[in-house]
């Protein structure tokens, strides 16, 4: 969902308008007292009242949630904190009344940029509601559960001719009809699929047709989606992928065990092909010399075979249950029971192995796994074909008409490379206006599609109508979504009320920029009185001057460390090396009171005189060295402006929001949040029993 996975695309204003809404909440608040009558007064459901409007306990609570983390985070924070968040709340509405009045709403500059950021975001607002989240949550829930399939494939290309396409599909569903009749999957499989692995020897993957485990993203559309819904013992019926016609049968369906990280250790037979004693042999005696005590990641460097993780005492990192592992391997690795265990000995086609348990994962939750199976889902070919679904279900829903013969038409007779090409697709200038595709009250002409023709790129086809084909799919497609898109504010609650506060953060950032922040920064006269009044409070700690060498090569600021030990000054650094122009020395001063998270901290556990070592500093390197201690003084107005436009501003926005809270006749009942806090009352505690007469 997109409260989870907002997507964002700011500018530097556009950054700061939307995240003021959040500076907005800390401003200082209050409430007046009234002597009318006072709206909602006499509503318990009501928690505040400005501008004609009520404020009820279930918007606040709405409203209150996201800024806790969740309902249920919120209602385990304090009353204070619900009483502190009513003020702050009540005071962004106030500004936003007083914004909307001012007419900041209908300035150009604002328009702009909320039209700007609304098509910025409603694309993949709309593909990652409509397209990526269901996909991940079919992944995910396909993930938490395996299925064991066997398999035939008679393998057709994609633009095989007609004939051929009919030929496999009867092809494959007489052996569909041989295998309801009885006869034997795995025979049928290995005489007559196309899937090489089918003919494998048995005991590898694929044998006979059987294909073992798979889970969520290791296969194919539509072959992963049978795989679920057939029930188990089922047979398919005949599909087509990109491969070919299919026919598959389930035979078991059991929950994915979670990856586990494994240790091995193995021993190449010796002998003649085949003859594995040997190999056993030794295997069986290093197994004793683990159960006599010795470590298994020892004797894996010292004798494993497997050149690949011997070196690393076995370990092979994570494996998956449905992973490429031999079935033997498989199957006696996810036996073990706790990290440390080890196996008896395994034979696969690699040699004989000793398997040692590492630790064992935990399946993720949902929320775990979505970055995750996010970017698996974009790799996948079912990621466009759903955007292509969605397209074409936006075109049926809004009634849309595409006039694919007037394309095919007009561009008759133009090759494909210069549709790709020539300018408007070499289309005749009396067709560029004609109407091919309209949705809703949106139309596109034969002139629009021209000019996307080159977006097309490589993916023309083979011949005209094939290109022309492909162009008008891949335009409709674009301008179907784009057209949804752009109305996503009307029909989505959660997209509108995103934009509404992106609208609402322009709108106060342009408020308190015109109303606090440029009036502070502006008042000189009033800034001045300030410092005058009481310049005793603004003062410089005690500050360490951190004098610093910074060069891009090491070797030179290597050279200088080792100077600076021998007694030469900073200074006398610098200047031997100021002249050198292949590698320039830049010397500097910073007066440091406290840690800031920089390179600079390091100076803070040093004594006057010392040095640290050669540090990295982003592609440079620097050297800081302690130069003594700058006493604490007092500021002068210059120094102290900074500090005495932030108090001005907060001044500012106080006398603001006390104008605002009494041209809108705010008021707040903080008492009626006890009811959104939900605090369980305290344990009655029994009655005392009354003493026996």
């Known amino acids: 969902m997109m409260s989870r996975t907002k997507l964002f695309f700011f500018s530097s204003r556009t950054a700061l308008a939307a995240l003021f809404i959040i500076l907005s909440y800390t401003a200082a608040c209050g409430s007046l007292s009234r002597t009318a009558p006072i709206p909602g007064a006499e509503d318990p459901e009501v928690v505040a009242s400005f501008g004609g409007e009520l404020l009820t306990l279930n918007e606040f609570e709405a409203n209150y949630a996201p800024h806790a983390g969740d309902s249920n985070e919120s209602a385990a924070d304090s009353l204070a904190s619900h009483r502190d968040f009513l003020e702050r709340y009540v005071d962004f509405r106030l500004k936003v009344l007083a914004a909307q009045d001012a007419g900041l709403n209908d300035r150009p500059d604002i328009l702009d940029e909320i039209a700007a950021y609304r098509v910025r975001l409603a694309r993949p607002f709309l593909m990652e509601k409509e397209v990526v989240d269901p996909l991940v949550r ?19 290309a994609e633009d095989a001719p007609p004939e051929d396409t009919l030929a496999a599909y009867r092809g494959m569903q007489a052996l569909r009809d041989s295998a309801l009749a009885g006869a034997d999957f795995g025979d049928l499989a290995a005489r007559h699929s196309e899937d090489p692995s089918a003919k494998a020897p048995a005991g590898n993957r694929g044998a006979r047709g059987r294909l073992g485990f798979f889970r969520g993203g290791d296969l194919v559309e539509p072959f992963e989606s049978f795989t679920y819904e057939v029930p188990v013992g089922g047979l398919s019926p005949v599909f087509r992928t ?74 092979i990192g994570l494996i998956a249950y449905t992973g490429p592992i031999p079935e033997a391997f498989k199957e006696a690795a996810f036996a073990l029971a706790e990290p440390g265990d080890v196996s008896d000995p395994v034979e696969t086609q690699f040699g004989v192995h000793l398997i040692q348990l590492i630790e064992r994962g935990a399946l993720p939750s949902y929320e775990e796994a979505y970055e995750d199976l996010k970017t698996l889902a974009g790799q996948l070919p079912r990621m466009a074909r759903a955007e292509e679904a969605l397209a074409r279900d936006i075109i049926r829903n809004r009634q849309g008409r595409v006039d694919t013969a007037l394309a095919l038409n007009a561009f008759a007779g133009i090759s494909p490379d210069s549709i790709l090409a020539l300018p408007n697709g070499g289309l005749a200038a009396t067709a560029l206006a004609d109407t091919f595709f309209a949705l809703g009250d949106s139309t596109w002409t034969l002139g629009d599609l021209a000019s996307a023709a080159g977006n097309l790129g490589s993916r023309g086809g083979r011949d005209t109508e094939s290109t022309v084909r492909d162009l008008v799919s891949s335009f409709v497609k674009e301008a179907a979504l784009n057209a949804e898109s ?33 009036a502070a920064d502006q008042d000189s006269a009033a800034l001045r009185a300030r410092y005058d009044m009481q310049p005793e409070a603004y003062q410089w700690p005690d500050r360490i001057r951190a004098i610093s060498l910074q060069s891009t090569s090491d070797s030179l600021m290597q050279d200088a460390a080792a100077r600076f030990d021998a007694g030469a000054s900073i200074a006398d650094i610098h200047a031997l090396y100021a002249s050198d122009s292949l590698y320039a020395m830049h010397a500097d001063t910073t007066l440091i009171a406290d840690s800031s998270g920089s390179v600079y901290d ?22 800081l060295a302690h130069g003594g201690v700058e006493p604490a003084r007092g500021k002068t107005f210059e120094e102290a402006r900074t500090q005495i436009v932030s108090e001005h501003q907060q001044t500012l926005e106080k006398r603001l929001l006390a104008r605002l809270r009494k041209r809108y006749a705010a008021h707040t009942f903080p008492d009626r949040l006890v009811h959104a806090f939900r605090e369980k009352p305290p344990a009655m505690q029994p009655a005392e029993a009354p003493a026996a007469p």
């Not at 299925?147 to 393998?155: A, E, G, K, M």
């Not at 390091?602 to 050297?623: A, C, F, Q």
């Open 138 to 156: 079919t992944l995910y829930e396909r993930r938490m559960e395996m299925s064991d399939v066997s398999h035939i494939l008679l393998v057709v």
């Open 242 to 315: 990109r491969f070919g016609y299919h026919m598959l049968r389930v035979h078991e369906r059991k929950p994915t065990p979670a990856d586990i990280r494994v240790a091995h250790l193995m021993i190449r037979p010796a002998g003649p092909p085949g003859d594995s004693t040997n190999a056993l042999a030794r295997v069986e005696a290093l197994k004793q010399q683990l159960d006599e005590g010795a470590e298994f990641a020892e004797l894996a460097r010292a004798h494993s075979e497997d050149v690949a993780s011997a070196g690393r005492g076995g370990d």
């Open 486 to 518: 752009a109305r996503l504010e009307e029909r989505d609650g959660e997209f509108a009320k995103i934009m509404q506060e992106f609208r609402d953060g322009l709108m106060l950032f342009a408020l308190m920029e015109d109303s606090v922040w440029t």
């Open 602 to 623: 390091y100076i803070l556990d040093l004594s006057e005189g010392e040095r640290t070592e050669v540090l990295p500093l982003r592609n440079r390197r620097i050297l």
